[in-house]
């Protein structure tokens, strides 16, 4: 969003992901669309819901209880396609930029690019924090005919490698040795 606050370049369409709206509460950050966003795209496709896979991971405070569907993804793949011809390419925003964007992202780089591997190569040139929401990826798959389940497990495997890299971590450091049982 700095960025666009400070005159950056941008593409012209933008896929919006936020949070549901609870009725009669005041709107939050992640609940609604920057009034900034409205005027700088052309287009723009807005979905809400929570980033969880299941509605039973939601936390009883997280109403209404909206978790992404196949629908989502069906409206995604058609404002893709009904804008691809005027679009100069896509901003996918969420609030966090980890799960939920980057499955939508994947998706977009996919049915531009035709190829599975370079999706998975530019999303984690873009987003080397990419842990794609796996159930949205599963629907791009249903929807297009692509294997993107096998580039997201990779990716994510990819991920946990490197920050156990990083955090010098092997599978013995993961290991607590525990006392003996008295007898």
């Known amino acids: 969003m700095e960025h666009i606050l400070a005159g950056g ?3 012209s369409h933008l896929v919006s ?3 549901p709206r609870r ?3 005041t709107l939050k950050p992640d609940t609604r669309i920057p009034a900034l966003f409205r005027r700088k795209f052309q287009g723009i496709l807005r979905l809400d819901f929570f980033d969880v896979e299941q509605k039973r991971h939601l936390a009883k405070w997280q109403f209404p209880k909206r978790i992404p569907r196949r629908s ?3 409206r995604a793949i058609r404002f893709f396609r009904d804008t691809k011809e005027s679009a100069t390419g896509y901003t996918i925003h969420c609030w966090r930029g980890v799960s939920r964007s980057t499955a939508f992202a994947l998706g977009f780089l996919y049915m531009i690019t035709g190829s599975e ?3 998975k190569r530019m999303l984690q040139y873009m987003r080397p924090a990419a842990g794609p929401h796996r159930r949205i990826v599963e629907w791009f798959d249903a929807e297009l005919g692509s294997n993107l389940v096998a580039v997201n497990a990779e990716i994510r495997q990819e991920r946990l490698e490197h920050l156990m890299h990083e955090l010098a ?3 013995d450091a993961l290991l607590e040795e525990l006392p ?4």
């Open 117 to 119: 591997d370079e999706a």
């Open 180 to 183: 003996a049982a008295e007898e």
């Open 169 to 171: 971590l092997n599978e």
């Open 23 to 25: 009725p009669f509460q």
């Open 72 to 74: 989502d993804v069906k």
């Open 9 to 11: 370049e941008h593409y």
């Open 17 to 19: 992901i936020g949070n």
